[in-house]
T-cell receptor, first 111, second 114 residues
Framework: GEDVEQSLFLSVREGDSSVINCTYT??????LYWYKQEPGAGLQLLTY?????DMKQDQRLTVLLNKKDKHLSLRIADTQTGDSAIYFC???????????FGSGTQLTVLP | ETGVTQTPRHLVMGMTNKKSLKCEQHLGHNAMYWYKQSAKKPLELMFV???????ENNSVPSRFSPECPNSSHLFLHLHTLQPEDSALYLC?????????????FGSGTRLTVV
């Protein structure tokens, strides 16, 4: 089955850019997603990218997809303390296109 | 509110108790999901319902019993749980079983088994 991997932790200074990376194994993945989870809350969909795209930008968020290397990244520009959360990468694959999630990256924004 | 509401938010139960988790969505979606989120582990898909029929059960122990009476409501009935079942249980919904536009998640029920 599909496997999605992320590094567990990332710390950045307020105002810097954050880059969260993700790799996946299923080359037939159609959509790839980034979710954000704040403490005590469920997962909130931040953005998604279709597999025929290389890049998608949405305000402070930029998603880059390298389909050849099966690598996805999320860049957050001008990172703020409110961006501190766990960020999950997810891939939709298989005939049912169900989501497979990574373990999540805990982003800590330092003042 | 996200459009997917889960109750209760927190639940403490003994190993001999029976309790139920409830999920309700008002998004007009026709697929609903239960996920288990344990510390330092990936999200685990437990059950998938599409058009009120269970289409997937990922080897979940029988002490967890889902119920989907209609497309807006999903329950997870719990009985004789173990301490290792303590986790955040997340409900999600989507339009059609495919995830093309992502899933909408509830805030979860934090379950503690004592």
């Amino acid at each position: 089955g599909e496997d999605v991997e992320q590094s567990l932790f990332l710390s950045v200074r307020e105002g810097d850019s954050s880059v969260i990376n993700c790799t996946y194994t299923d080359s037939s993945s159609t959509y790839l997603y980034w979710y954000k989870q704040e403490p005590g809350a469920g997962l909130q969909l931040l953005t998604y990218i279709f597999s025929n795209m290389d890049m998608k930008q949405d305000q402070r968020l930029t998603v880059l997809l390298n389909k050849k290397d099966k690598h996805l990244s999320l860049r957050i520009a001008d990172t703020q303390t409110g961006d501190s959360a766990i960020y999950f990468c997810a891939s939709a694959s298989g005939s049912a296109r169900q989501l497979t999630f990574g373990s999540g990256t805990q982003l800590t924004v330092l003042p | 509110e996200t459009g997917v509401t889960q109750t209760p938010r927190h639940l403490v139960m003994g190993m001999t108790n029976k309790k139920s988790l409830k999920c309700e969505q008002h998004l007009g979606h026709n697929a609903m999901y239960w996920y288990k989120q344990s510390a330092k582990k990936p999200l685990e898909l437990m059950f998938v319902y599409s058009l009120e029929e269970r289409v997937e059960n990922n080897s979940v122990p029988s002490r967890f019993s889902p119920e989907c009476p209609n497309s807006s409501h999903l329950f997870l009935h719990l009985h004789t749980l173990q301490p290792e079942d303590s986790a955040l249980y997340l409900c999600a919904s989507s339009q059609d079983q495919g995830a093309d536009y992502g899933y909408t998640f509830g805030s979860g029920t934090r379950l503690t088994v004592v």
